[in-house]
């Protein structure tokens, strides 16, 4: 069998581990040979490739980002490529292609599989936000990298009775907030999917300092905004090429907001890209791994337009399809829960 392999979208600790994990089980235990497209889907459709053979991925599995390379292509682009990458997959004689990436990944994914292209994905974004999966690879990671950082910024904030409005990662969901804020006993975390109001945050900041605290850390999702009607205002961020949404700066304006309303000191931490990247963990790394045996398995016993996916402790096999119908959001409960423990 001959595998093309590619990485696709913004970069997650635990890439390398599941582009080493393919190689090693379909050389080692298949006797398949595999190429690696550069650069995401931009490699395939441009038949721009790499030989990968064990010397090419050892000593990755602790690295961060990608041997690979990504980037981002355009929908209307690759669309309009459908016919060329099916080309290349004839003429590179591919019986197989799994991608590796996110929700716009995995949503090209399977347009390409509906063109014909022989095509098993995996999973994964450090936002945890792919409905079919419980946890895709990176986000212990990016949750790791976030609350390591709240709990140092815990001691200078404290030294100067400020409060730290942290902002992490988190488009349209709150996961990477909500896990790290609850690790480090952060006093208030704002989510995507629970508009705030800014009279209530004030107040839940302002009564920890009428408490005789000194110090407050609010945690932020990047994606975060106030909700309709509020008092406070936030700029639209518009879209950009690839039609994502742009965002304001909501962990800047917070800041301003909470010091005005409270006449304490507020620093914002964006913490920003520094969650990608890095070594990932051992659970992320243990993952991957799982992910890219489970996806040479799958190729070898034909189970195209699919896509790995963690089910417990399993790993199955679910269609394409059904896995980017929608994102995977902070239910009301989990966000009690943590509420309960501020």
């Not at 970069?11 to 379909?26: E, F, K, T």
């Not at 337009?305 to 059904?322: F, H, K, S």
């Amino acid at each position: 069998m001959r595998i093309g392999v590619l990485t696709s979208g913004g970069d997650c600790p635990g890439l390398n581990a599941v582009i080493r994990s393919v190689v090693h089980r379909a050389v080692v235990d298949h006797g398949d040979e595999v190429i690696g497209f550069r650069d995401g889907w931009r490699g395939l459709l441009e038949c721009d490739y790499r030989k990968l053979d064990l010397d090419a991925v050892s000593g990755i599995l602790a690295r961060g980002g990608t041997i690979l390379g990504s980037s981002r292509v355009q929908p209307a682009h690759l669309r309009d490529g459908v016919e060329r990458a099916r080309g290349h997959v004839a003429d590179l004689g591919l019986d197989a292609i799994i991608p590796i990436g996110g929700e716009g990944t995995l949503k090209a994914a399977n347009l390409l599989s509906q063109g014909g292209l022989p095509i098993v994905g995996v999973p994964k974004t450090i936002d945890n936000d792919i409905a079919s999966t419980d946890v895709t690879f990176g986000f212990d990671t990016a949750v790791g990298v976030a609350t390591e950082a709240l709990d140092r910024l815990k001691t200078t904030a404290e030294s100067h009775q400020r409060v730290m409005v942290v902002e992490v990662m988190g488009r349209h969901t709150g996961w990477i907030a909500l896990h790290s804020g609850m690790a480090a006993g952060a006093h208030a975390i704002v989510v995507p999917e629970r508009p705030f109001d800014i009279e209530e945050l004030t107040t839940i900041v302002g009564e920890r300092f009428e408490q005789g605290k000194r110090f407050a850390i609010v945690v932020v999702a990047e994606g975060a905004k106030p909700a309709e009607g509020s008092s406070m205002a936030l700029e639209e961020g518009g879209t950009d090429m690839y039609g994502h949404e742009r965002f304001a700066g909501i962990g800047n304006r917070l800041a301003v907001e909470l010091e005005e309303r409270l006449g304490k000191e507020a620093r914002p931490v964006i913490l920003g890209h520094v969650q990608r990247g890095g070594t990932p963990t051992a659970y992320d790394r243990v993952l991957a791994t799982r992910f890219g045996w489970h996806a040479v398995e799958a190729a070898h016993r034909g189970q195209f337009g699919m896509l790995t996916a963690l089910r417990g402790t399993d790993i199955v096999m679910l269609p394409l399809d059904e896995a980017v119908q929608t994102l995977k959001t902070v239910p009301a409960e989990r966000y009690a829960e943590a509420q309960n423990v501020l």
